[in-house]
């Protein structure tokens, strides 16, 4: 597993104009595109925030991980997106054990897709919003695994489950503000 990826970004409020939520995208761009034009979207104005998981599944991954490079589009760090860089980072450590894991389709689908690597390792696990409403929230994908957890302090981590650690985590950080 992927195990260090950015925490948290804190992502001011949107004074502009409008922010939307999306989900799993699973490489179905021309349908993530269709509800783009059904809201009249205007990246000039709008944002877009997706839970991660942009790619596998769908026909379009190339279309939907060059979102990433749009301004007005933040993604978290998806499971699928970790599974990609677990899987890139093994072709370029030459691990065979993983490596015998994945056929040579897979293995080109990976390379295929290297010119996003950089951009899929800046993905963080949490976004922190400012909301001029409901003051912030938080967009996550569904989990933070145990690994990334290593960057809570001793005390937080003492006899704690993974989800009290990171409740803990997110409690102490708006505390502090």
């Given at each position: 597993?992927?195990?260090?990826?950015?925490?948290?970004?804190?992502i001011?409020?949107?004074?502009?104009?409008?922010?939307?939520i999306?989900?799993?995208?699973h490489?179905?761009?021309?349908?993530?595109?269709?509800?783009?034009?059904?809201?009249?979207?205007?990246?000039?104005?709008?944002?877009?925030?997706?839970?991660?998981?942009?790619?596998?599944?769908?026909?379009s991954?190339?279309?939907?991980?060059?979102?990433?490079?749009?301004?007005?589009?933040?993604?978290?760090?998806?499971?699928?997106?970790d599974?990609?860089?677990?899987?890139?980072?093994?072709?370029?450590?030459?691990?065979?054990?993983?490596?015998?894991?994945?056929?040579?389709?897979?293995?080109?689908?990976?390379?295929?897709?290297?010119?996003?690597?950089?951009?899929?390792?800046?993905?963080?696990?949490?976004?922190?919003?400012?909301?001029?409403?409901?003051?912030?929230?938080?967009?996550i994908?569904?989990?933070?695994?145990?690994?990334?957890?290593?960057?809570?302090?001793?005390?937080?981590?003492?006899?704690?489950?993974?989800?009290?650690?990171?409740?803990?985590?997110?409690?102490?950080?708006?505390k502090?503000d």
């Amino acid at each position: 597993m992927y195990s260090n990826p950015t925490f948290i970004k804190k992502i001011k409020a949107n004074v502009e104009g409008r922010d939307f939520i999306v989900g799993d995208i699973h490489g179905c761009y021309n349908e993530f595109k269709r509800l783009l034009d059904y809201v009249k979207f205007d990246p000039m104005r709008d944002r877009v925030f997706s839970t991660g998981d942009l790619l596998d599944r769908g026909p379009s991954p190339y279309e939907c991980l060059n979102l990433l490079k749009k301004p007005w589009f933040y993604a978290v760090l998806g499971n699928h997106e970790d599974i990609l860089l677990t899987r890139y980072m093994a072709i370029h450590r030459n691990d065979q054990k993983e490596l015998s894991k994945l056929s040579k389709k897979d293995i080109q689908y990976i390379l295929d897709l290297e010119e996003f690597i950089p951009y899929v390792l800046k993905m963080p696990l949490v976004y922190e919003i400012e909301h001029l409403l409901l003051d912030k929230f938080y967009l996550i994908h569904a989990e933070v695994l145990p690994e990334h957890l290593d960057r809570f302090s001793e005390e937080e981590s003492n006899n704690k489950t993974p989800s009290e650690k990171y409740i803990n985590y997110l409690s102490n950080l708006t505390k502090k503000d």
